[in-house]
T-cell receptor, first 114, second 108 residues
Framework: GAGVSQSPRYKVAKRGQDVALRCDPI?????LFWYQQALGQGPEFLTY????????KSGLPSDRFFAERPEGSVSTLKIQRTQQEDSAVYLC????????????FGPGTRLTVL | AQRVTQPEKLLSVFKGAPVELKCNYS??????LFWYVQYSRQRLQLLLR??SRESIKGFTADLNKGETSFHLKKPFAQEEDSAMYYC??????????FGTGTKLQVIP
């Protein structure tokens, strides 16, 4: 069956541009997560949705980062006025249940800010 | 605060040799511990978690609360085990904290 998909797979932005990264979770998965993975580091938690509710956004590094999941399915991570330090792979993951369950990861979007 | 430490960035072993990937954690409550793996050109996937107490692809991991460790072990390494391994911790709901990862290289 279809796994988690993310688009675009690669994004190059000039410093100061806004970007939008999309995540399509596995159908029916309640929970959705965004992670940021810098080069040579492990994934770092950004935010978590349970259906359409954003229950935890403690990992968002600044108010330039915004995530939404308006219908409890597809999610978008938006970064405004991108900076070079935003360059990273952005991973999306989904899980079936509201309580801890295995997270299924997407392939990631590699963002490069020039 | 929850933290996961993987002290080795790279671990090279010969095929057939035992493997131990180290993981230490810091958490004030009772955590759930996991190992995730990323094979070349593939996405991150769950390998095993301590509550399952299972062996996956010959790998096992025992949670040692006294030493706050969750080392990943396999008695005989195979070439197909070469990958990036991440130890991870969940503090009771779904937020997961990952370590920086260890690259396992199995030499034929």
């Amino acid at each position: 069956g279809a796994g988690v998909s993310q688009s675009p797979r690669y994004k190059v932005a000039k410093r100061g541009q806004d970007v939008a990264l999309r995540c399509d979770p596995i159908s029916g998965h309640v929970s959705l997560f965004w992670y940021q993975q810098a080069l040579g580091q492990g994934p770092e938690f950004l935010t978590y949705f349970q259906n359409e509710a954003q229950l935890d956004k403690s990992g968002l590094p600044s108010d330039r980062f915004f995530a939404e999941r308006p219908e409890g399915s597809v999610s978008t991570l938006k970064i405004q006025r991108t900076q070079q330090e935003d360059s990273a792979v952005y991973l999306c993951a989904s899980s079936q249940l509201a309580v801890y369950n295995e997270q299924f990861f997407g392939p990631g979007t590699r963002l490069t800010v020039l | 605060a929850q933290r996961v430490t993987q002290p080795e960035k790279l671990l090279s072993v010969f095929k057939g040799a035992p493997v131990e990937l180290k993981c230490n954690y810091s958490y004030s409550g009772s955590p759930e511990l996991f190992w995730y793996v990323q094979y070349s050109r593939q996405r991150l996937q769950l390998l095993l978690r301590h509550i399952s107490r299972e062996s996956i692809k010959g790998f096992t991991a025992d949670l040692n609360k006294g030493e706050t460790s969750f080392h990943l072990k396999k008695p005989f390494a195979q070439e197909e085990d070469s990958a990036m391994y991440y130890c991870a911790l969940s503090g009771g709901y779904q937020k997961v904290t990952f370590g920086t990862g260890t690259k396992l290289q199995v030499i034929p």
